[in-house]
């Protein structure tokens, strides 16, 4: 699930882009389409990333395990965390058991 840092120019902000396969793995957990009514947030939270980082790193925490948001699944129960080291990672504790198994298969990290 990772995000891909781009950036032309030194010093510039860096911008990301998502893993093309994030729109098949979140629409087999949750149904055809349901990507497009969350990119949005996931794209928002990513643009974040890197003052999270910095506090992160000023608080003496690990700068790539902080979430930056939770974005809810169809119907409220899953949960995607967007991560600060450029991922996003399923929570096994708010999925049932099929999706949970659903998220492993297509290859996200749980959280």
Not at 43 to 68: K, T, Y
């Amino acid at each position: 699930m990772n995000w891909y840092k781009m950036s032309n120019i030194e010093g510039e902000e860096a911008h990301y882009l998502p893993d093309p396969e994030l729109q098949f793995k979140i629409d087999y957990i949750e149904g055809d389409g349901y990507y497009e009514t969350i990119k949005d947030e996931i794209i928002e939270a990513m643009q974040g990333i890197g003052e999270i980082r910095e506090m992160a790193e000023m608080l003496g925490d690990d700068p790539d395990r902080e979430v930056i948001q939770s974005i809810y699944g169809n119907g409220g129960w899953n949960r995607y965390f967007v991560m600060s080291n450029g991922t996003v990672e399923f929570s096994k504790m708010h999925g049932s058991a099929e999706d949970v198994k659903k998220a492993q298969e297509v290859g996200f990290e749980l959280f």
